[in-house]
């Protein structure tokens, strides 16, 4: 690939990363519950990689519960909440574009006989909070919104929505994968109870992930063993891979600023430039409430998958939505949600750009982009000048 603009997707791991994570496989490979010296040494370093990802989102070391990665962390904070606290209510309350991995953990549950109510957003999928709370009964249990969309890259208002949660006494998660990494988190100030991470999303390995637990808020375990993770996640600690989330977090956290800046830059010059040359396109999302490195668009009369195809053909690589979902011929829910028609949802893109990206890649989309679109169109039985 000669541009990769599909960040959201996957990120390559960093080599700082790698390079922290190379002597926990040979040099000091030991199992935390040991109790000889490189037992001691995996438990100092575990400890200080929870402290290290603790301090990354503002809470505290023992309120960071290690995992495989963001799916795990969500079905440990749905189903791990609803099945310890069922006695208080059945109700859970999520937005109509979560994630594929929450949706399908509500459907899960209500399959267990919980009840869940998704909230609709607007245009630009910002969740609508008179709903929101309007939707808020004696029963309800949890709500969980994400921080800001993995497809359009919207961004919710996650502090004023815990507010109302923690005032009403329910209990508040966020899958914040979208955003770490490219907002601060903080999860005193958004009154957070349990936040999902996912390690890749900040240039760290995959198949390593965090499930925040506010002190206090009690949750079953879904993986039973050896009573590791406070008992809450069992199995053999992933130490190579902890050490480079956690790594991947201290990387980030000096950086953002300076990647923030690039990546808006990007975001801006595709947003302005694009639906500019190209005629009948729209940006998905909200212009100003987004994420800074996301840039969503749809095209009357063309397929976004013909277009992804024509764009890999050049050798530039983007997405038509979430990869998680990319399995399914149905069109995105988070773009039906904004009240677009299928085939406007069909003729989407997204691209998002990240740290190895330069400004050439993005000159690069802009050229070749309008070319391909009017080929496309020219084909189109449906398009219409
Ligand atoms: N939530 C969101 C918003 C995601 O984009 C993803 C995929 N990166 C996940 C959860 C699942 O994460 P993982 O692949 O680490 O399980």
Redesign the pocket.
């Known amino acids: 690939m000669n541009v990769y603009l599909d960040y959201?997707a996957a990120k390559p791991v960093d080599q700082r990363v790698i390079e922290a994570m190379l002597p926990y496989y040979f040099d000091h490979f030991g199992n935390p519950s040991s109790l000889h010296k490189e037992g001691d040494k995996a438990e100092e370093i575990l400890e200080k990689c929870r402290e290290n990802l603790a301090r990354f989102i503002g809470g505290e070391k023992e309120e960071i519960i290690f995992t495989s990665?963001?799916?795990?962390a969500?079905n440990l904070a749905l189903i791990g909440y609803a099945m310890r606290n069922k006695d208080k209510g059945n109700h859970l309350i999520i937005s109509e574009i979560e994630?594929i991995?929450i949706h399908n953990i509500a459907k899960y549950l209500q399959k267990c006989g919980f009840e869940v109510s998704k909230i609709p957003v607007d245009q630009y999928g910002r969740v609508n909070i008179d709903k929101l709370v309007n939707r808020i009964t004696e029963k309800t249990i949890l709500i969980s919104i994400?921080y800001a969309s993995?497809e359009i890259g919207t961004l919710q208002e996650i502090s004023e929505i815990g507010k109302i949660a923690r005032e009403k006494n329910i209990a508040f998660h966020s899958?914040a994968?979208?955003a770490e990494g490219l907002v601060t988190i903080d999860v005193q100030k958004d009154h957070i109870d349990l936040l999902?991470l996912?390690s890749?999303?900040i240039y760290g390995p995959?198949g390593v992930?965090v499930l925040y637990v506010k002190k206090r808020v009690k949750i079953n375990p879904l993986i039973i063993g050896g009573g590791q993770e406070k008992g809450l996640r069992s199995g053999t600690e992933n130490i190579p891979g902890v050490v480079g989330m956690s790594t991947a977090a201290e990387i980030i956290a000096k950086e953002m600023g300076e990647e923030v800046k690039r990546f808006t830059d990007y975001r801006d010059r595709l947003l302005k430039n694009i639906p500019e040359i190209i005629p009948k396109c729209h940006v998905n999302g909200h212009l100003k409430k987004r994420l800074p490195n996301n840039a969503h668009f749809r095209f009357a009369g063309i397929e976004g998958e013909s277009l992804l195809l024509s764009l890999n053909d050049k050798g530039i690589a983007v997405s038509t939505g979430?990869?998680?979902s990319s399995k399914t011929l149905e069109p995105s829910h988070t773009l039906i949600s904004l009240g677009l028609l299928h085939e406007e949802a069909h003729g989407s893109l997204e691209l998002t750009c990240g740290r190895f990206n330069k400004e050439r890649d993005i000159d690069e989309v802009i050229e070749v982009l309008p070319g391909i679109v009017h080929k496309l169109r020219e084909l189109s039985p449906i398009y219409r000048e």
Do not use: I, P
């Open positions: 959201q990665g963001a799916t795990e969500n994630h991995s994400g993995d899958d994968v979208a999902s996912s890749n999303d995959k992930g979430s990869a998680c």
